[in-house]
C-alpha cells in the first residue's frame, strides 16, 4: 500500500544521490511518483532523518529534539551518509576522503574489498599531504576489508 508522505515530511536533499533501488517502493507523494532523497520529519520531542531511494526506505536516524549549540557547514545530511557505517548505495567510496580534503567535512571512513580504490585513496590522500600537510590518516586491512580513515587537523571551531 502506497503512503502519500508529503504532509509530513519536508525534503531536505538536493538529489543528487540518484535512485539505487530499481523497484518503486511505499512512500510516494500525492500523484504516486516515489520519493528519491533525505526527507526530514518533526514528531513532538524527536526528529526523524529518512533516506528514502525511488519510494523505499533505506536508512533512518531518529534524534531527541534540542536546541543547537552551534552551527557548521560540515553539519549536513550528505556528510551523515558518509559517516563510515552505512552509506547510500551507489555513492563512490572516494567521496568521503575528497570531502575531508576539500574541508566540507571533519573526518571520513570507508571500507572497500577493491584493492584499487583502496590504493587510489592512500595516493589522492598522500598526494594531497604533499602539497598541504593538514590531514592525517591511517589504513587497515582486516575480514577482507580494506579501511581507510582520513581527519583534517584543521580547527573547526575557529
Known sequence: MKKEMTKELIKISNDKIIPSVPMEGNYCYPNHQPLHGIYLKTNMETYEK??????????KYEYPRIEEKYTSPLLTDYNLHLSGGWSWPGVANLESVTRVLELKKPMGIFRTRDK????????????HNSKEENTIYQ????????????????????
Open 139 to 158: 589504513t587497515a586491512y582486516k575480514n577482507k576489508y580494506y579501511t581507510v580513515t582520513v581527519a583534517s587537523t584543521l580547527s573547526y571551531l575557529n
Open 116 to 127: 584499487l580504490v583502496f590504493d587510489t585513496a592512500v595516493r589522492i590522500i598522500k598526494d
Open 50 to 59: 529518512l533516506f528514502i531511494s525511488n519510494g523505499n526506505l533505506l536508512k
